[in-house]
């Protein structure tokens, strides 16, 4: 059974090493090892990431005491870090996510739509979840290009 709550304070490493396991393991199928480590470096630059995560306040999806997901949603309907743990894909987890993000964005109504940055990787997914492609982005960080995708949903 998969719960979903709000992070709680202390949890947000564990939430890096879900984000750099599941861009190493799943993410590298559509992206370069070059591309992959910059996204997802070796190092965490710790205190800035705990900010991020602070300011995001994502839900966590719980299976068995295990965070398997995590998603954020901005108050404009951005959708900020969307990741499921490697070992839990194909179980339900992004679309709990999803319709958790789906049914907070309802108590705004002031919210007109969804919208992302999306990987190659998870397209097909937001695809399945009612979202189309706006734009074809390349974006350059540290020297590495990657092809992502403006994606969006009316509430």
């Not at 090493?17 to 070059?34: A, G, M, V, W």
């Not at 954020?72 to 709990?96: C, E, N, P, W």
């Not at 397209?123 to 974006?139: A, D, L, S, T």
Request: net charge positive; proline share 3%; aromatic share 12%.
């Amino acid at each position: 059974m998969i719960t979903v709550r709000k992070m709680r304070a202390g949890e947000e490493m564990m939430l890096w090493q879900l984000f750099y396991k599941t861009i190493r393991q799943i993410n590298i199928r559509d992206y370069t090892p070059e591309q992959v480590a910059v996204w997802a470096p070796d190092e965490c630059n710790e205190a800035a990431w705990c900010d991020r995560m602070q300011r995001i306040q994502p839900f966590v999806a719980i299976i068995n005491d295990k965070i398997a997901g995590y998603a954020g949603l901005r108050s404009d309907g951005y959708i900020d870090h969307f990741f499921v743990d490697a070992d839990f894909q194909s179980k339900s987890v992004g679309k709990t996510l999803m319709k958790t993000l789906f049914r907070e964005g309802k108590k705004n109504s002031e919210l007109s739509r969804y919208f992302s940055h999306v990987s190659i990787t998870a397209k097909p997914f937001y695809e399945r979840m009612g979202f189309h492609v706006v734009k074809v982005q390349q974006i350059e960080k540290q020297g590495q290009v990657f092809t992502n995708y403006v994606m969006e949903k009316a509430v």
